[in-house]
């Protein structure tokens, strides 16, 4: 079976500080991986996908940064974090395009 | 430009009563519609996924129906439970990117006893 492992599931940064969200998928090869933003009682944003090792593909601009040292890790970083950066962070997996979408279980970014 | 529309934006509902999420879209060209509850504080968790030549698809108390022609797709919820409070969301996918999917901002249930 697949698992997807998120964490920290709570993080308080002051702002300027780094950042780094790191995700593992379990179980599969070569997944499709996600970063998603989702502010408070909206949808949510697509940040960043990957589609294999070393290939991230952005969809916003901002101050956030995605990398894929391994087939089953995807991170997610900043320098230098700012207060608008808070939110709810989620990851996710997928086979392919036309299969469902695994999340993890999210990390509430709360920058002081 | 993809966009999903969900109404209502919320709902209360009485324990043991039925409701109807309504979800339109404007992908195209269309590949999938997924429905995921989402409990706070949680990552989405899927229920149904359908392709465009499925019409309705049933899992356990929830029975989502999709009009390719109008795009529009429902969730129904069969006897609800308190459990069911949560916020369901939509999700359309395009088949021309490697796996970017559209949300609808998703509807906020909550069963009251």
């Known amino acids: 079976s697949q698992t997807i492992h998120q964490w920290p599931a709570t993080l308080v940064q002051p702002v300027g500080s780094p950042l780094s969200l790191e995700c593992t998928v379990e179980g599969t090869s070569n997944p499709n991986l996600y970063w998603y933003r989702q502010a408070a009682g909206r949808g949510l944003q697509l940040l960043f996908y990957?589609?294999?090792?070393?290939?991230i593909s952005s969809e916003v601009p901002q101050n956030l940064s995605a990398s894929r040292p391994q087939d089953r890790q995807f991170i997610l970083s900043s320098k230098k974090l700012l207060l608008s950066d808070s939110g709810f962070y989620l990851c996710?997996?997928?086979?392919?395009?036309?299969?469902?979408?695994?999340f993890g279980q999210g990390t509430r970014l709360t920058v002081v | 430009k993809n966009q999903v529309e969900q109404s209502p934006q919320s709902l209360i509902i009485l324990e043991g009563k039925n409701c109807t999420l309504q979800?339109?879209?404007?992908?195209?060209?269309?590949?999938?519609l997924r429905w995921y509850k989402q409990d706070t504080g949680r990552g989405p968790v899927s229920l149904t996924i359908m392709t465009f030549s499925e019409n309705t698809k049933s899992n356990r108390r929830y029975t989502a129906t999709l009009d390719a022609d109008t795009k529009q797709s429902s969730l129904h919820i069969t006897a609800s439970q308190l459990s069911d409070s949560a916020s369901y969301i939509c999700?359309?996918?395009?088949?021309?990117?490697?796996?970017?999917?559209?949300f609808g901002d998703g509807t906020t249930l909550t069963v009251k006893p």
């Open positions: 996710a997996w997928r086979v392919d395009r036309n299969t469902e979408a695994f």
């Open positions: 990957s589609v294999g090792i070393g290939q």
């Open positions: 979800c339109n879209y404007t992908v195209s060209p269309f590949s999938n």
């Open positions: 999700v359309v996918s395009d088949s021309t990117n490697a796996g970017k999917s559209t």
